[in-house]
Nanobody
Framework: QVHLVESGGGLVQPGGSLRLSCAAS????????MGWYRQAPGKQRELVAT???????KYADSVKGRFTISRDNAKNSVYLQMDDLKPEDTAVYYC?????????WGQGTPVTVSS
């Protein structure tokens, strides 16, 4: 069993920054992909960014150049640095981990971008 715990969400003004963190615990080892998804009210959950064990990254077009995903393999952790935040970035952000074809989710952390 794998357990994911997110932190770092909150309220920020447009143009501001936030850093999300996610720590994984449990029976994981070797290669696995970690990432962030988000779900805005009334919308489907969507990919924000992913990062492989070798630090290969993928971003949604809407966040390229503003968000940066990184990971610390020694801590089984993934981070999302979000800069130049926009009101349309408002959503619940979920940490995701894929290991041996199994997918795990965190409980979500809300991000609100508003003046």
């Amino acid at each position: 069993q794998v357990h994911l715990v997110e932190s770092g969400g909150g309220l920020v003004q447009p143009g501001g920054s936030l850093r999300l963190s996610c720590a994984a615990s449990g029976s994981i080892f070797g290669r696995y992909v970690m990432g962030w998804y988000r779900q805005a009210p009334g919308k489907q959950r969507e990919l924000v960014a992913t990062i492989s064990s070798s630090s290969s990254t993928k971003y949604a077009d809407s966040v390229k150049g503003r968000f940066t995903i990184s990971r610390d393999n020694a801590k089984n952790s993934v981070y999302l640095q979000m800069d130049d935040l926009k009101p349309e970035d408002t959503a619940v952000y979920y940490c995701n981990l894929v290991f041996i074809s199994l997918q795990y989710w965190g409980q979500g952390t809300p991000v609100t971008v508003s003046s």
